[in-house]
C-alpha cells in the first residue's frame, strides 16, 4: 500500500485566486511527479522532481510551479487560477534504488474546479 | 516522437477472458507498465514487463514482445469490479502513457 497523500481533494474557487495543491509521501521517494487528467483523458506529466531542489517541466505546458525543498513534500501552485485550469491534478511518487522498475504510486488526486 | 496506442473501449462478460492490446513507438525503453484505473480514482500499479515474455499475477498477465514494440494485458474470470480503465505506459525517460481503455464487463 503506497502512503501518498494529496490536499484538498476537491477545491472549488473563484477566477484569479492563488491556490496550492498540497502532495507528501511517507516512503521516501526520490522521483516525484505531478500530472494533469480531464475525465476520460490520458494523464499528462506536468512537472517532475529527481530530489530535493531538482525540478523540472513536463511535456504538458503548465502555468503552474512546484518546489521540492524536501523530499516527501512536492506541492503545486497556480498564481492565478482561471477556468481553463479545472482539471484533476494527480500525485505519484517513484523509488530509484538502482533498480529498473520504477514503479509510480499515486496520490487519490485533487479535483480542481475554477469558476 | 513518441506514441502509444490502445483500444478506447472494450466490453466483455463476467467469468470472460479479455486482452487489451497496447503498441508503442518510443524513444527509448525501460520498462511498460500497466495501471487500473477506476472512475474518478487514481491509477494503481498492475504489472511490469521489461523483457519478453508473459509475467503472470493471478487473474492478471501482461506479455511484452520489444521487437514489435507490442504488449498485451489478459484478464481473466473477469468480475463486474475489473470494469475500469486500464492505461500501459512505457518508461523511457519518463512515463509516457497511453489514452487508457475502458473495460465494461456485464453480468
Known amino acids: 500500500e503506497a502512503d501518498i497523500y494529496q490536499t484538498p481533494r476537491y477545491l472549488v474557487i473563484g477566477t484569479g485566486k492563488k491556490i496550492t495543491l498540497e502532495c507528501s509521501q511517507t516512503?521516501?521517494?526520490?522521483?516525484m511527479y505531478w500530472y494533469q487528467q480531464d475525465p476520460g483523458m490520458e494523464l499528462h506529466l506536468i512537472h517532475y522532481s529527481y530530489g530535493v531542489n531538482s525540478t523540472e517541466k513536463g511535456d504538458l505546458s503548465s502555468e503552474s510551479t512546484v518546489s521540492r525543498i524536501r523530499t516527501e513534500h512536492f506541492p503545486l501552485t497556480l498564481e492565478s487560477a482561471r477556468p481553463s485550469h479545472t482539471s484533476q491534478y494527480l500525485c505519484?511518487?517513484?523509488?530509484?534504488?538502482?533498480?529498473?522498475?520504477?514503479?509510480?504510486?499515486f496520490g487519490p488526486g485533487t479535483r480542481l474546479l475554477v469558476l | 516522437g513518441q506514441n502509444i496506442d490502445q483500444p478506447t473501449e472494450m466490453t466483455a462478460t463476467e467469468g470472460a477472458i479479455v486482452q487489451i492490446n497496447c503498441t508503442y513507438q518510443?524513444?527509448?525503453?525501460?520498462?511498460l507498465f500497466w495501471y487500473q484505473q477506476h472512475a474518478g480514482e487514481a491509477p494503481t500499479f498492475l504489472s511490469y514487463n521489461v523483457l519478453d515474455g508473459l509475467e503472470e499475477k493471478g487473474r492478471f498477465s501482461s506479455f511484452l514482445s520489444r521487437s514489435k514494440g507490442y504488449s498485451y494485458l489478459l484478464l481473466k474470470e473477469l468480475q463486474m469490479k475489473d470494469s475500469a480503465s486500464y492505461l500501459c505506459?512505457?518508461?523511457?525517460?519518463?512515463?509516457?502513457f497511453g489514452t487508457g481503455t475502458r473495460l465494461q464487463v456485464f453480468p
Open positions: 516512503m521516501g521517494h526520490d522521483k
Open positions: 505519484a511518487s517513484s523509488d530509484l534504488a538502482g533498480l529498473a522498475q520504477e514503479t509510480q504510486y
Open positions: 518510443t524513444s527509448g525503453f525501460n520498462g
Open positions: 505506459a512505457v518508461n523511457t525517460d519518463k512515463l509516457i
